[in-house]
């Protein structure tokens, strides 16, 4: 969606998009303008990942905008409105568990795709909503998944953030795997991690799949189990 901001000397319009390219692209065709014909600020950026694809949010400024009755584009990705019934069912469920967890906010749309929707909680006791390792929020999300079921879309995953708390808990994952990579290749043993939701273990065996001296498996029962990373080539019977 474009949005035109007032400024005292040229226009200004918000474009979004899933890279910066595709934020300029979008910009281009729905002004009418050639990339030159414009400066380009980002104001907004995240890269993507397992739990949601990258954002961008830039600002074009130029003086030769048509007027913005011209510009339309529809970006379904961002917006953060529930655009039907569906959608504000999800968001009321949310909204109704952490207020009667004593921790009222605010849930809205953070992003769409075919098969996949990401609903985001604002709250002043996100910390809460969270809890320690994420396990509020991941029973809050299979509780929303369960709804998403009842409501005729068994099919539909469905992601819930809180603070950003699932980008930030990717990349200390990835940092993670890597590190205990190197652990299991000097020693040539096996490191057997704290126990994970599903989400987090495909996380750690994807981000170590194409390293070919290392393998991973999931060890447990019920929802949180263990990674084991151990040496190709050896038994994964001792950790270090």
């Known amino acids: 969606m474009a949005r035109r901001v007032k400024e005292d000397i040229d226009m200004v ?8 390219k595709e934020a300029i692209d979008r910009a281009a065709e729905a002004l009418g303008l ?36 011209e510009t339309k584009e ?5 917006d953060p ?8 069912q999800l968001i009321e469920f949310v909204e109704n568990i952490i207020k009667k967890m004593n921790c009222p906010g605010k849930v809205s749309v953070f992003f769409r795709e075919e098969s996949k929707i990401g609903f985001k909680i604002e709250s002043d006791s996100s910390s809460i909503i969270i809890g320690k390792k994420g396990k509020n929020l991941d029973a809050i999300q299979l509780l929303l998944n369960i709804y998403a079921g009842k409501l005729n879309k068994p099919n539909l995953r469905i992601i ?59 060890e447990g029962e019920g929802l949180y189990k263990q990674v084991r990373v151990y040496y190709r ?4 019977a001792s950790s270090v």
């Open 233 to 236: 080539g050896r038994k994964p």
């Open 34 to 69: 050639e990339k030159d014909a414009f400066d380009v600020e980002i104001i907004e950026s995240q890269r993507s990942g397992l739990f949601k694809k990258g954002y961008v949010k830039i600002r074009i400024h130029t003086n030769q905008l048509p007027p913005i009755e």
């Open 13 to 20: 319009y918000e474009f979004e998009g899933r890279t910066e």
């Open 81 to 88: 409105i529930a655009q039907d019934e569906f959608e504000k």
């Open 74 to 78: 529809e970006n379904e990705f961002s």
């Open 160 to 218: 819930l953030d809180a603070e950003n708390y699932r980008i930030r808990r990717e990349e200390s994952l990835v940092r993670l795997a890597y590190t205990v990579a190197d652990r299991v290749r000097e020693n040539r043993a096996s490191v057997l991690l704290e126990p994970m939701n599903p989400f987090d273990r495909r996380l750690i065996h994807t981000t170590l799949n194409d390293i070919s001296d290392v393998e991973t498996k999931s």
